[in-house]
């Protein structure tokens, strides 16, 4: 049990349409990063959240936006979406006292039509 | 740009077989390893780390040493059950950049 929460588990859109994606951490954790885990790959990253701020981006279109609130809760935001975007989006936080290390919530499963 | 590059799977091994997964990594600083396992329908979950040469993770009868001068991460186990079957990611970060890069995943099966 990591502590990170995340909602919708599975969700289906269609081409074009916009979602919303929500995670929820524990508290001593200021830090949330979001990563895109296609069918068969490895995670990659999409970007990092530290107090509200975005703190690093991975190689990942201006459509992909986040969010982060002081109750450490995020959001992940993809716009027109794309076939492509379909993929596991997995959230994770890393506390403040060990910086190196992150934990991962249990994900949300994106299906494009 | 840094990598991580696991063996290819599937592996399948019996119950009690012994467990070994390659991993090996390219990085320009001094990066921390990982193993993550993911079960069936879930998340990551963090099965051992290291943080600098020479040091060993271990969690459940997993274990894995840092190699800087082979610039490798083996993830090990002596006597394997079917209730290891999963699917496990080897990944690094570097200091202060705190985004992991995984490798493809390496999917193992466990047979009774």
């Known amino acids: 049990e990591t502590g990170v929460t995340q909602s919708p588990t599975h969700l289906i859109k269609t081409r074009g349409q916009q979602v919303t994606l929500r995670c929820s951490s524990q508290?001593?954790?200021?830090?949330v990063s979001w990563y895109q885990q296609a069918l068969g790959q490895g995670p990659q990253f999409i970007f990092q959240y530290y107090r509200e701020e975005e703190n690093g981006r991975g190689n990942f279109p201006p459509r992909f936006s986040g969010l982060q609130f002081p109750n450490y809760s995020s959001e992940l935001n993809v716009n027109a979406l794309e076939l492509d975007d379909s993929a596991l989006y997995l959230c994770a936080s890393t506390p403040d006292s060990s910086t190196d290390t992150q934990y991962f919530g249990p994900g949300t499963r994106l299906t494009v039509l | 740009g840094d990598s991580v590059t696991q063996m290819e799977g599937p592996v399948t091994l019996s119950e009690e077989a012994f467990l070994t997964i390659n991993c090996t990594y390219t990085a320009t600083g001094y990066p921390s390893l990982f193993w993550y396992v993911q079960y069936p329908g879930e998340g990551l979950q963090l099965l051992l780390k290291?943080?600098?040469?020479?040091d060993k993770g271990s969690n459940k009868g997993f274990e894995a040493t840092y190699r800087k001068e082979t610039t490798s991460f083996h993830l090990e186990k002596g006597s394997v059950q079917v209730s290891d079957s999963a699917v496990y990611f080897c990944?690094?970060?570097?200091?202060?950049?705190?985004?992991?890069?995984f490798g493809q995943g390496t999917r193992l099966t466990i047979n009774p």
């Open positions: 508290s001593g954790h200021n830090t």
């Open positions: 990944a690094l970060s570097l200091q202060g950049a705190q985004k992991l890069v």
């Open positions: 290291a943080t600098k040469a020479d």
